[in-house]
């Protein structure tokens, strides 16, 4: 049974027991996680999602969170510029071995939702956006306005 799942705005073919290198998951090294979005779903009967197949699922165990191969960006102007500049870039990847491919039931499985570092950033900063919001006035500013009103 093989699943088409969708993370890091790229697409991969998987079965039990493949192993791939994806954009960075907020999830550390042993952790388990599950792929939600599943575009299609083959085996015995191919099922293809409209965009996605509802209740299928992929579970994965993470490896490793690893970089990437160096990629060099190196750019020279020409003639009367005489400028040149080096760059370099590793990209954070995360390392998983598929284990199970689930056609139905994603939903009573148990198993945290894989998330990307940038949704897992916005839920923190919202989560911390929400209690500041209700905190009190600072000790100063009450007591001048105390001040103020006698």
Do not use: W
């Not at 994603?106 to 949704?119: H, L, Y």
């Amino acid at each position: 049974m093989f699943a088409v799942l969708k993370t890091g705005g790229k697409q991969y073919k998987v079965q039990a027991g493949d192993v791939l290198r994806v954009e960075k998951l907020a999830c550390d090294a042993g952790d388990k996680i599950q792929f939600n979005d599943i575009l299609m779903v083959g085996g015995d009967a191919v099922t293809v999602g409209v965009p996605f197949v509802a209740g299928a699922a992929v579970q994965a165990e993470v490896i490793a969170q690893i970089k990437g191969e160096k990629v060099i960006h190196y750019v020279k102007r020409r003639r009367k510029h005489s400028s040149q500049r080096t760059k370099g870039h590793r990209q954070h990847l995360t390392l998983l071995r598929v284990t199970d491919v689930l056609a139905s039931g994603a939903e009573t499985s148990g198993v945290a939702a894989a998330t990307g570092t940038a949704d897992a950033r916005r839920a923190a900063h919202n989560a911390e956006a929400a209690p500041a919001a209700a905190a009190p006035a600072k000790p100063k500013r009450a007591a001048k306005a105390a001040a103020a009103q006698e």
